[in-house]
């Protein structure tokens, strides 16, 4: 009896560990007064334990679904839109921040970008297919998809770059020219 009660508190302890390095163990601890927990009182006891959701340990959270997804769906429309992108670019000005961010992305090969992000959002897409939405990855999928993602980042990073800069002067034009704006409208009503 003794030794049924240092397993379950071991086990307890287990699932603590792996809750504060984000892997959840597949079932429920067997400690506890109900075989479901530890016992009140005990660490990794209390009102939020209870609610978080428990993952295997070869599975992604949530979040991390989420931004695979996310990193697959960005890539995917890169490697769609770049060279348009890029040809309007590069026809539009030959120098200043419109000839550079055309040679942001032809850097460094043309079609390296598009390659590496179509490659990238097939190869996560392959194993999202394959693994249920990426939550049960053997260990070579999960090579597969540390792979994928690396090689996603790397060809949709140049234009996600440009596109987020782009926006965000477009947002501070905007702003200023309100401010000018509302500046002589002051003006005008005094």
Excluded: K
């Amino acid at each position: 009896m003794m030794r049924r009660t240092y397993l379950q508190q071991g086990s307890a302890e287990l699932d603590e560990v792996r809750e504060a390095i984000g892997l959840r163990p597949a079932g429920p601890a067997v400690g506890g007064p109900d075989g479901g927990g530890p016992a009140p009182g005990a660490p990794g006891s209390g009102p939020g334990v209870g609610r978080l959701a428990r993952y295997p340990a070869d599975s992604l959270s949530g979040r991390v679904r989420r931004l695979v997804g996310a990193v697959t769906a960005v890539s995917a429309g890169v490697a769609l839109t770049h060279q348009m992108l890029a040809g309007a670019l590069a026809s539009a000005h030959g120098a200043g921040p419109w000839g550079a961010a055309a040679a942001l992305m032809a850097w460094p090969v043309p079609l390296i970008q598009p390659i590496l992000a179509g490659a990238g959002a097939l190869v996560l897409s392959a194993v999202g297919m394959l693994t249920g939405g990426w939550r049960h990855l053997t260990p070579r999928q999960n090579g597969l998809l540390v792979a994928g993602a690396i090689a996603a980042v790397l060809g949709a990073g140049p234009m996600v770059l440009v596109c987020g800069l782009t926006v965000v002067m477009g947002v501070l034009a905007l702003a200023v020219g309100l401010v000018i704006a509302c500046c002589l409208f002051a003006l005008l009503v005094r």
